[in-house]
């Protein structure tokens, strides 16, 4: 069975550092596009972070130089660290893999719907 499972999330000050985990079974993260995205109430649905097989990263202009997107390829699992966070960071945050076709470049403007699988999310709070 193919699954995402997000952790990690939860409330900081302005200035603080969280770092989100996303745990596959089910496929190997290390051989697809794995993207982490948020989503903040009444805004649409953000690619922040990507990374792809051969290990290339792309990031969203509102967090480069703060977040790092990672993996640990012995656990299967996906990492955010964000630091230096911000309220206009607050959002849940997802963590989706496998796209739908090869030919769908793996970068934080690829749309959402191009992913086949998803986790259930992680609420990052962020308070000024």
């Known amino acids: 069975q193919v699954q995402l499972v997000e952790s990690g999330g939860g409330s900081v000050q302005a200035g603080g550092s969280l770092r989100l985990s996303c745990a596959a079974s089910?496929?190997?993260?290390?051989?697809?596009?794995v993207t982490w995205f948020r989503q903040a109430p009444g805004k649409e649905r953000e690619g922040v972070a990507s990374i792809d097989s051969g290990g290339s990263t792309s990031y969203g202009a509102t967090v480069k130089g703060r977040f790092t997107i990672f993996r640990d390829n012995a656990k299967n699992t996906l990492y955010l660290q964000m630091n230096s966070l911000s309220p206009e960071d607050t959002a849940m945050y997802y963590c989706a893999a496998r796209l739908r076709g090869t030919y769908l470049p793996c970068t934080v403007r690829t749309t959402a719907n191009a992913y086949l699988s998803w986790g259930q999310g992680t609420q990052v709070t962020v308070s000024s």
């Open positions: 089910g496929y190997t993260l290390s051989n697809v596009c």
